[in-house]
Structures are given as C-alpha cells and as structure tokens.
C-alpha cells in the first residue's frame, strides 16, 4: 500500500489534492459530462444571486441538470465544493510587473482589484475565513503583493505584515459579516446611537447627519485608510534606506 502523502492538514488532504492538480478526475464509469470547474462555476452563479447559505450539492446538480451523485465522482461534499468555488472566484492574481512608480501604486492597484473581486462575489470575504486549505490562485494574490514589497528594505517578516494589515482593512471595509458590527454601519443602529446621542458626544460629532444612511461601506472610507496604510509603509520604508 502507497502510503499517502503527507499535507500538514489533518483530514483535508483531499481537498490539498483537488486544488494542488494532484487528484485524478475520474477514470470508470461513463464519460465524464461535468468538470469541477463547471460544478463551481454553477455554485458560484448560486451564491452571488442568493448568497453562500443557498449553496448545496443538490441545488448544483439541479442547475447543472445531473443526479446528486454524478456531482460526488469529482467532490467529496460540500467543504471541497466551496474550496473550488473560492480559487475560481477569486481569478488570477493581478498582473502589477507593468505599473511604474514603485511598490506604492502596485499595491493600491492589488487593494482595489481585491475589493472588485469582492464585490462580485459578495460571499467571498466571509468563505476565506478560518483555519483552511487555499489553492495556489489565492496564494498567488499573497504572493503578488508581498512581492511589490521586494526591495523597498523591508525584512520578509516586515512584508507580511505589512500585506496581512493591508488584506485586514479591506476586508473591514467591504463586508459588515466579516468587519463586525460598528454604531454607523445600519440604519437600526444608527437609531439607537441618534436616541442616545448625549452619552455619546464624540460619534454623534463625527457622524454628519446628512451621511449617515450612506456610511456602510462608504468607498471613500476605504480610500481613507489605504491612503494611511500606505503613508505608514512609505514612513518606514524611508526609514530603512536613510
């Protein structure tokens, strides 16, 4: 018996096969009519029109016109059917070797790029959570970022950081599921802090009445703390070549 190879993740060593290229698509059997990448695709159509919790194997199948079963001779269930959907939708990572102007433009393209992947899949930002196997298109991401960082006289450790503080705003800024909840973030908490406003004079100073239906994922919220994340790496890149 070949002994299985060893993934550093306990119980999802398929899902480690399926998205590395290193599972065999099925060989008995009837000619294949699906593709895994056709299996995701049709789950990731479900889940932007009705979000992540309407994704099921069966709902696939539906849509894919096939029996429940035939989706199972290419994915174990429904943990490795969302593994796929998350490297397919996330795409390709953007291509930053062409942007001129140094580490700074790359990675406030990298941001809004990443922010429009999220905003065509809604449900991505709270599926990329957690302790979790991830594919080599969604590395890739990392690795593009973290590579715009090359040079500038960070240490390696200072890059990660820098692209993981980076990756925590703007998944703050594009989903309340994932960010948490804030006093200005929906309409009913937005009452409450307006009914309570004496015992909280510093927030109702910073929230201008006539903005305040349109705070929740405010785009220029986001522009806002790029802009400063970038200001700070910019500080401590000068630093370390003076």
């Not at 969302?82 to 397919?88: N, Y």
């Amino acid at each position: 018996m070949t002994a299985e190879p060893a993934t550093g993740f306990e119980g999802q060593g398929g899902t480690v096969e399926l998205l590395w290229g290193l599972r065999e698509p099925p060989s008995r059997g009837p000619k294949p009519t699906l593709s895994i990448g056709r299996i995701a695709q049709a789950a990731i159509d479900i889940a932007d029109a009705d979000g992540l919790a309407a994704v099921s194997m069966q709902r696939v199948a539906d849509a894919l016109d096939v029996t429940k079963m035939a989706s199972y001779r290419y994915l174990a269930g429904k943990a490795e059917l969302l593994a796929c959907m998350i490297e397919q939708a996330v795409g390709d990572p953007p291509d930053l070797a062409h942007l001129s102007g140094g580490w700074r433009p790359k990675l406030q393209a990298w941001a809004r790029q990443m922010w429009a992947s999220w905003e065509c899949h809604p449900w991505l930002p709270g599926a990329t959570t957690g302790d979790r196997v991830m594919g080599p298109r969604e590395l890739g991401w990392t690795e593009c970022a973290v590579g715009a960082l090359a040079g500038t006289g960070l240490s390696g450790h200072e890059r990660l950081d820098a692209v993981f503080v980076l990756s925590g705003h703007i998944r703050n800024t594009r989903s309340l599921a994932t960010a948490g909840t804030q006093p200005w973030t929906t309409r009913r908490q937005l009452e409450l802090l307006r009914d309570h406003g004496d015992r909280f004079p510093a927030l109702m100073a910073a929230l201008p009445a006539a903005e305040e239906a349109s705070l929740s994922g405010d785009r220029a919220a986001r522009e806002f703390g790029l802009a400063r994340i970038l200001d700070g790496l910019g500080l401590l890149i000068a630093e370390r070549s003076g």
